[in-house]
């Protein structure tokens, strides 16, 4: 059985910072690429960081420099370490498994809340 399950999100004052955390399981890990998405109320679910199965990592350009994406193959866990928040990072954090070899797989998870404000 797939599971991504995602913890970390928190209500946190602007400025302050939250490392959210995607522990996987019922799939081979290290065949993944792993992201985070984020969805907030009428808007679209967008991408704000992923990491490859060989760790190359690529971030939105609202993010760049503030948050930071790795992964423990040995824990099959994937991080997102976010500093500076601002109030606009204020979303639901999905967590994203995307097989990069055949056959093609997604996973998601179900999505933890962070909350940025005074």
């Known amino acids: 059985q797939v599971q991504l399950v995602e913890s970390g999100g928190d209500l946190v004052q602007p400025g302050g910072s939250l490392r959210l955390s995607c522990a996987a399981s019922?799939?081979?890990?290290?065949?993944?690429?792993m992201g985070w998405y984020r969805q907030d109320p009428g808007n679209q679910r967008e991408l704000v960081a992923d990491?490859?199965?060989?760790?190359?990592?690529r971030y939105a350009d609202s993010v760049k420099g503030r948050f930071t994406i790795t992964r423990d193959n040995a824990k099959n866990t994937v991080y997102l370490q976010m500093n500076n928040l601002k109030p606009e990072d204020t979303a639901v954090y999905f967590c994203?498994?995307?097989?990069?070899?055949?056959?093609?797989?997604?996973?998601w998870g179900q999505g933890t809340q962070v909350t940025v404000s005074s």
């Open positions: 994203n498994a995307r097989r990069v070899f055949p056959p093609a797989r997604n996973y």
């Open positions: 019922g799939f081979e890990f290290r065949l993944y690429a």
């Open positions: 990491i490859s199965y060989d760790s190359v990592t």
